[in-house]
Every structure is written in structure tokens, then in C-alpha cells.
């Protein structure tokens, strides 16, 4: 019983760090403001709950996707490795897949 709870608490401490983690040491020269894209259907824009979108994550996204760079270029370009490069076009994708599926708006904001 007392494993459990440290079992816990090191998890909670864990995800707390891999947060910060996420948002650190990436170089990202896309966007400095925020920037909004809200969806149109018809004449009616809808406002549902806004998806987050970071910058690196979206900088990672247009140097693969819309540059057609390698993942490896990508990677040196921002400063990061390509496992990191990776995590960050999954999440990138994930959410803006989400964000046109479910008619959302969706948030670049700056890191």
C-alpha cells in the first residue's frame, strides 16, 4: 500500500517535468504573436472550445509538411533532436486534425 503512493506522487512529479520539458530549448522563429483560425460554415463561424497549438509544434509542422524538409533537417534547423521533432509533429498533427474534425478553432500561440 505505501509502494502505491509513491508510485503516485513520482508519476504526478514526473508529468510536471516532462511539461516543462516540452516547453524548453526549442528554437521556433515562427509566429511571436498569437495567432487564431476559426472555422466557417456557411455564413455562422463556430465557436466551440479552442484547441492549443504551440509554436514550436507548429514551426516543426511547416518545415516538414509545408517546406517538405527531412525530419533530420527539421530537427537541426529548430535545435533539437528527432525524437523531439517528432513528438512535436505528432502533437502538431494530432491537434490539428482534432481542430478540423470537430469544427474547432484553433490557437498558435508563442512558446
Not at 530549448?25 to 504551440?54: D, M, T
Amino acid at each position: 500500500m505505501g509502494h502505491r503512493g509513491k508510485r503516485h506522487r513520482w508519476g504526478h512529479r514526473w508529468k510536471c517535468l516532462r511539461e516543462v520539458w516540452e516547453r524548453i530549448g526549442r528554437l521556433a522563429p515562427g509566429p511571436l504573436n498569437a495567432k487564431i483560425f476559426i472555422p466557417v460554415i456557411g455564413s455562422e463561424s463556430l465557436c466551440n472550445e479552442p484547441i492549443i497549438i504551440y509554436s514550436d509544434e507548429f514551426e516543426a509542422y511547416k518545415l516538414v509538411y509545408l517546406e517538405g524538409r527531412t525530419q533530420e533537417e527539421a530537427a537541426a534547423i529548430m535545435g533539437v533532436s528527432r525524437g523531439s521533432l517528432w513528438r512535436l509533429l505528432y502533437s502538431a498533427r494530432r491537434k490539428i486534425g482534432l481542430a478540423i474534425l470537430e469544427s474547432r478553432p484553433f490557437v498558435i500561440v508563442p512558446v
